[in-house]
T-cell receptor, first 115, second 115 residues
Framework: KAGVTQTPRYLIKTRGQQVTLSCSPI?????VSWYQQTPGQGLQFLFE???????NKGNFPGRFSGRQFSNSRSEMNVSTLELGDSALYLC??????????????FGQGTRLTVV | SQQGEEDPQALSIQEGENATMNCSYK?????LQWYRQNSGRGLVHLIL?????REKHSGRLRVTLDTSKKSSSLLITASRAADTASYFC???????????????FGAGTRLAVHP
């Protein structure tokens, strides 16, 4: 089956602009999580969506938001971009039963550069 | 803060040697997972070990889990140059604040295997 698809792969934006990233999970996966990875850093958890509802949120400012559609596709939006938002944004989908998840499948990421 | 902490941050070995990476975490977990990332691309799942398991094998990979010490180790035997990558542990972690679990990653270990 098709893997996790993230679009676009690369983006260059100017400070102050806003950006929307898209993630299509593996068919049948209702959980979609977003992570930010900056050079030399681990993955910082942004948020998780499950069946169109935000289940968890990381410690990011309100400029970072997301949503999930009925087909489980998810988008994340960053408004008023700052230079520090330059990063690789990764989306992961997984099967979740109750409060237990299996392995996560990652997309190739969207590399965002803010200039 | 990060749930998991990997040790060492970087590891450099020769082909044929074994590589051991350690991970510590803070909260109770359902399972612990190890991932691999090549050069800023998406992460690939390697192995999942449940909280009631102590050891698991997959090919040249061996993972141990000690829930009393809240730690895990990943052993790669007979390493190859192609194993050069960053390795991350991730916990399906119960949050102190309650609510749903999150999949939380450590900062990773950068492994370099020299021919």
């Amino acid at each position: 089956k098709a893997g996790v698809t993230q679009t676009p792969r690369y983006l260059i934006k100017t400070r102050g602009q806003q950006v929307t990233l898209s993630c299509s999970p593996i068919s049948g996966h209702r959980s979609v999580s977003w992570y930010q990875q900056t050079p030399g850093q681990g993955l910082q958890f942004l948020f998780e969506y499950f069946s169109e509802t935000q289940r968890n949120k990381g410690n990011f400012p309100g400029r970072f938001s997301g949503r999930q559609f009925s087909n489980s596709r998810s988008e994340m939006n960053v408004s008023t971009l700052e230079l520090g938002d330059s990063a690789l944004y990764l989306c992961a989908s997984s099967l979740v039963s109750g409060n237990i998840r299996t392995e996560a499948f990652f997309g190739q990421g969207t590399r965002l550069t803010v200039v | 803060s990060q749930q998991g902490e990997e040790d060492p941050q970087a590891l450099s070995i020769q082909e044929g040697e074994n590589a051991t990476m350690n991970c510590s975490y803070k909260t109770s977990i359902n399972n612990l997972q190890w991932y691999r990332q090549n050069s800023g691309r998406g992460l690939v799942h390697l192995i999942l070990i449940r909280s009631n398991e102590r050891e698991k094998h997959s090919g040249r990979l061996r993972v141990t889990l000690d829930t009393s010490k809240k730690s895990s180790s990943l052993l790669i035997t007979a390493s190859r140059a192609a194993d050069t990558a960053s390795y991350f542990c991730a916990t399906d972690a119960h949050m102190f604040s309650g609510g749903y679990n999150k999949l939380i990653f450590g900062a990773g270990t950068r492994l370099a295997v020299h021919p």
